[in-house]
């Protein structure tokens, strides 16, 4: 079932997510609910919060369904290791209509539990490691326009008001 995609300015988007403590069905029909929601976006990647639900968990497929082994989860994820800097213009689906050149790790390791409760590490590199930041920074509340400073977040904060107050966002 594609479930609605909260936005940018609505609370759960802007709070640290919960540790899920046992993988239930529930969690099953969550995960798979934000596969169908992701790729329907379509989008890379989506994280619990984006659905409105403050729990540790995303998925992501940087392949955007192209490889079969391109759909990841991970529920509980943390870093393992992140190193270098790339720079590159990136949006998301919780603030439709915006971009920005946001700086990321050039590779991240995550580890994280997969739907089975195996625990799985992957390593990143470049769109990947950005997606594992991205998705990372949404499950501590953390929106890609909060990365980014001065006028260039003044200005998609701003017009984001603005829509909001007309009933457009
Ligand atoms: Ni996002």
Redesign the pocket.
């Known amino acids: 079932m594609i479930r609605p995609i909260v936005k940018y300015g609505e609370h759960v988007l802007h709070l640290a997510a919960e540790p899920i403590t046992t993988v239930t069905g529930e969690i099953g029909d969550l995960v798979r609910d934000m596969v169908e929601t992701m790729y329907a976006a379509p989008g890379v990647g989506l994280a619990a919060p984006?659905v409105g639900v403050p729990l540790r968990v995303f998925v992501v497929d940087v392949s955007a369904g192209r490889s079969k082994d391109g759909l990841m989860t991970f529920i509980n994820p943390e870093f393992v290791e992140r190193e270098g800097l790339q720079l590159e213009e990136e949006g998301?689906?919780?603030v439709p209509g915006f971009a920005a050149t946001v700086g990321r790790p050039a590779r991240a390791v995550v580890k994280g539990l997969d739907l089975e409760g195996r625990e799985r590490i992957v390593e990143g590199r470049g769109l990947l490691a950005r997606a594992f930041q991205?998705e990372m920074d949404?499950l501590e509340g953390r929106?890609f326009v909060d990365r980014l400073h001065g006028i260039q977040r003044d200005l998609i904060v701003r017009r984001i008001r603005k829509l909001s107050r007309s009933g457009k966002w």
Do not use: E
């Open positions: 984006q998301c689906l919780s991205h949404h929106v």
